[in-house]
Nanobody, 114 residues
Framework: VQLQASGGGLAQPGGSLRLSCSAS????????MGWYRQAPGKQRELVAT???????NYVESVKGRFTISRLNAEATVYLQMNSLKPEDTAAYYC?????????WGQGTLVTVSS
């Protein structure tokens, strides 16, 4: 499985960005796709995950602001980020998990600043 992420950039506080990540290759039917982020000097943390059957998981700090979704037919996961805060600034990484194996995409940088 290979992952291709896109959609990062610069946003002002209160603004919005949308990340997308597409998986290609031999994709197991049962899988979980998600987004993680790593701010400078901090550990990578979970942002949100979604299973193929639609089970959702969010870190508390983004609940009500971020929405994860996926199109199974296209093996693509999205992260709609609204009401962005400066503390959301980080490199965001897509992750694909299936059969006990994690595959990471390249990071896409999100900067929230006025």
């Amino acid at each position: 499985v290979q992952l291709q992420a896109s959609g990062g950039g610069l946003a002002q506080p209160g603004g919005s960005l949308r990340l997308s990540c597409s998986a290609s290759g031999d994709i197991p039917r049962a899988n979980i796709m998600g987004w993680y982020r790593q701010a400078p000097g901090k550990q990578r943390e979970l942002v949100a995950t979604i299973s193929r059957t639609g089970i959702l998981n969010y870190v508390e700090s983004v609940k009500g602001r971020f929405t994860i979704s996926r199109l199974n037919a296209e093996a693509t996961v999205y992260l709609q980020m609204n009401s962005l805060k400066p503390e959301d600034t980080a490199a965001y990484y897509c992750k694909f998990t299936a059969r006990g194996i994690d595959v990471w995409g390249q990071g896409t940088l999100v900067t929230v600043s006025s």
